[in-house]
């Protein structure tokens, strides 16, 4: 079932809430290459408001206002100027319900306006909704990075996808 959702730019009020939410998909693993949780600050840095962000919507549950998940656009050393790096978080047991479409609609608007021709998505190869979420917005395949270890030791590889604003 969808939600009734209303996305607009992050705000830098949003951070202690998103800090909390990003945390525990963190803390539940599996889905995400970060393995350290965030302060309000640092996340703000890093993802919401930095500068390398590129931008960052947050969808909000339209009747209470909830956070219900974010999407930053980044630049990343390693990727030309003109391709953004996306991550996408949706709050836990709330996958699957419009949250990361809904953000990737408002992303591929702004990124089109700042002049970013595509988008780069690296997820790790036993995130199997994060692959299929990414595969269902257009994102194709082009490169793997082999047994990238996590902070426990263990190998897992991480997949890199691409969007072009040009077909999108």
Do not use: H
């Amino acid at each position: 079932m969808e939600l009734d959702i209303e996305v607009r730019p992050v705000r830098e009020e949003d951070a202690p809430e998103l800090a909390t939410l990003l945390n525990e998909i963190i803390a539940r693993g599996g889905t995400t290459a970060l393995e350290m949780p965030f302060t309000a600050d640092e996340l703000a840095r890093t993802m919401l408001t930095g500068p390398n962000v590129i931008c960052c919507f947050v969808a909000s549950e339209r009747a209470t206002g909830r956070l219900l998940g974010f999407q930053s656009l980044e630049r990343w050393d390693g990727l030309p100027d003109d391709i953004g790096d996306i991550a996408t978080f949706a709050r836990v047991g709330l996958t699957q319900r419009g949250v990361g479409s809904s953000l990737f609609a408002a992303t591929r608007g702004e990124a089109g306006k700042k002049g970013i021709t595509a988008i780069n998505a690296t997820i790790r190869a036993d995130n199997i909704g994060g692959i299929t979420f990414y595969d269902r917005m257009g994102f194709k395949n082009y490169s793997v990075q082999r047994a990238v270890p996590l902070k426990n030791g263990a190998p897992v590889d991480r997949i890199s996808k691409r969007y072009s604003l040009a077909s999108g």
